[in-house]
């Protein structure tokens, strides 16, 4: 089975950062993608970052020049590194990891189970 452990929420003032990691753990062979999402209180989940093995980021119009989505395939850890932190950016957030295969041809994507981030003064 394979499991999303996710670390790194908190409380943080307005104009703080935050670095939030995800550990993938299991019989994991390899990775398509993996990412952040996350969802505030009365809002729906929406996509804040996502990296490929290669490489490739995605980021949300609202936390470009601000988040930066990074890997560690070896680890199988993603992280998000946060910057210029803002009250709307406060929300639980959650891993996702596309394509984990865990066969030749059997793969399933995975959410960790989330880590409140709060943004106040």
């Known amino acids: 089975q394979v499991q999303l452990v996710e670390s790194g929420g908190g409380l943080v003032q307005p104009g703080g950062s935050l670095r939030l990691s995800c550990a993938a753990s299991?019989?994991?062979?390899?990775?398509?993608?993996m990412g952040w999402y996350r969802q505030g209180p009365g809002k729906q989940r929406e996509l804040v970052a996502t990296?490929?093995?290669?490489?490739?980021?995605n980021y949300a119009d609202s936390v470009k020049g601000r988040f930066t989505i990074s890997r560690d395939n070896a680890k199988n850890t993603v992280y998000l590194q946060m910057n210029s932190l803002k009250p709307e950016d406060t929300a639980v957030y959650l891993c996702?990891?596309?394509?984990?295969?865990?066969?030749?041809?059997?793969?399933?994507?995975?959410w960790g189970q989330g880590t409140q981030v709060t943004v106040s003064s």
């Open positions: 299991g019989n994991i062979l390899r990775i398509n993608a």
């Open positions: 990296v490929t093995s290669g490489g490739s980021t």
């Open positions: 996702h990891a596309e394509r984990v295969y865990t066969g030749i041809i059997a793969w399933s994507d995975y």
